[in-house]
């Protein structure tokens, strides 16, 4: 008998042959072309020194917000990290994952096809409860879902994070998750030091985490990307902050304003960029007085 129903997702290999998922609703392919392991380990879990943070952390928690829970993969590479350290006695604080996410379907999929993706292996049961339950926790960690939309759960959400994988759709398809307004909220759960890294490296993206009071630097590369992003409410933290060549890039961009404001803006949003601590040279002027910064293109 023929089935009525299509199944919205459909394993794929991408061009550098790592096994993927493609969404054909938004037409994307997940970490593309990388595949899901190398984009988690490469431009999440590696990029922050999670391992050494969680080795170095002074409080009896570390929290991760993983946005987009998606086919968790960015949360599954946390646990094994956090379980390689565990595994070789390492003394480590609680770890809470907090994950947010509105379609469950992805990750129901993932898991059908697990076999395709040995990272799952292991955590199929811990993947089972945490999506009938919405937590999945031992004596040393908790996982937890935000489950709904993330502009919603991110006010509700009840740990402040130490660092945020940031991994939604891309603008184009996932607009909301990418405003001025959204990055306001995500940053009033955010510990002073901690750290969001996407992979996202758009002049529109940077300019709304700006806008939203954050510090923005050069991210690591992967895959054809050159450059992602990191962003902070303390400059210091940052390896490699948005200078005066990214400023200039900008001030001859099209893309001048946060994806969606119209151009009755630009005024108002060229003096909120020539006027931020960053870009005035300000916050790095404070922070060399305080610490020593690389800082790869203030001058
Ligand atoms: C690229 S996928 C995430 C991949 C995932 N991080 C992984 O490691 O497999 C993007 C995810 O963000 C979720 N998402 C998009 N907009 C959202 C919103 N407003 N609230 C919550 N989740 C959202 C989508 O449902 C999708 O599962």
Not at 23 to 44: F, R, S, T
């Amino acid at each position: 008998m023929l089935s009525l129903t299509t199944c919205q997702y459909e394993i794929v290999k991408t061009s550098f042959g790592a096994v993927s998922i493609l969404d054909k609703n938004v037409n994307e392919i997940m970490h593309n072309p990388v595949g899901p392991w190398v984009e988690a380990n490469e431009l999440y879990i590696n990029q922050s020194q999670l391992r050494d943070r969680l080795l170095n952390c002074a409080s009896d928690s570390y929290v991760v917000f993983d946005v987009g829970l998606g086919a968790a993969a960015n949360s599954l590479a946390v646990l094994h990290a956090y379980d390689g350290l565990r595994k070789e006695g390492r003394k480590l604080p609680r770890l809470k994952i907090v994950s947010f996410e509105q379609n469950l379907e992805l990750l129901k999929f993932a898991l059908q096809n697990s076999k395709e993706f040995s990272h799952f292996s292991g955590y199929e049961i811990a993947i089972e409860k945490l999506i009938s339950t919405g937590k999945c926790h031992t004596d040393s960690l908790e996982w937890i879902l935000c489950y709904g939309n993330f502009l919603n759960t991110i006010e509700q959400a009840s740990a402040e994070a130490d660092v945020v994988y940031y991994d939604p759709y891309s603008p184009k398809v996932n607009s909301e998750m990418w405003t001025v307004e959204c990055f306001e909220k995500l940053k009033l759960r955010m510990k002073p030091n901690a750290i969001l890294y996407t992979y996202s490296q758009s002049t529109p993206v940077r300019v709304a985490l700006i806008l939203a009071g954050y510090f923005v630097g050069i991210g690591t590369s992967t895959g054809f990307k050159l450059e992602t992003t990191q962003a902070s409410r303390t400059f210091s933290v940052l390896k490699s902050p948005l200078g005066k060549r990214w400023l200039s890039r900008w001030q001859n961009s099209r893309s001048q304003l946060p994806y969606g404001w119209t151009e009755d803006r630009m005024a108002d949003v060229k003096a909120k960029i020539l006027n931020h601590d960053q870009m005035s040279g300000h916050a790095s002027h404070l922070s060399q007085v305080n610490c020593q910064v690389k800082c790869n293109d203030m001058i």
